[in-house]
């Protein structure tokens, strides 16, 4: 009986090692939302001291300006975009929506810019003849098939970028804060 209890104290001390070592080994995931601090101090938003439709008038113009392209479906939530090619291989878009909102001291614009960076792939392609008194040929080509390839997405966090944003918005709107 004791060489039994010993069998079994040795297993559980197995199984405790290997839960200890499982422990050790097991990186906990981390999320991007688990750093996010919602400070009441933020860089995303600018006040006017116009209406909402007016605000956002001024703040379509300021991408206009600079050579976005703007979507004016809605009065006060614009959409623009941008496309910068660094590189020959590369290349990303810079989309920004601003939304314009009532608040006690006027109106809020808030901003928000995404960046999403492309790089060029190239896929090497091949044909086939197929005839029927002779039979398929598959022929490779040597021309290859580039195109740009997503290769990532952020959400742009610079307050110095969206300070340069907001200072042209001011400097257009005509407001002395």
Known sequence: MSMRLRSMAALAAAGCALALLGACSSVKETHAYQAETFPSDTPFQYYSSKAP????????????????????????NIQGEKYFRPTPDKASRLAITLVCLPSNLGTAIYANALETEFEMKSKGSSAGVS??????????????????????????????????????????DGDDE
Request: a neutral charge; charged letters at 25%; hydrophobic letters at 40%.
């Open 53 to 76: 439709a007016a605000a956002c008038e001024v703040a379509k113009r300021a991408l206009l300006s600079q050579g976005y392209q703007v979507n004016d479906s809605k009065p006060t």
């Open 131 to 172: 005839v029927s008194a002779i039979g398929s040929l598959s022929l490779p080509w040597a021309a290859d098939k580039d195109s740009l390839v997503k290769v990532g997405e952020e959400t742009v966090t610079s307050t110095d970028f969206y300070r340069r944003l907001f200072d042209l918005i001011k400097a257009l």
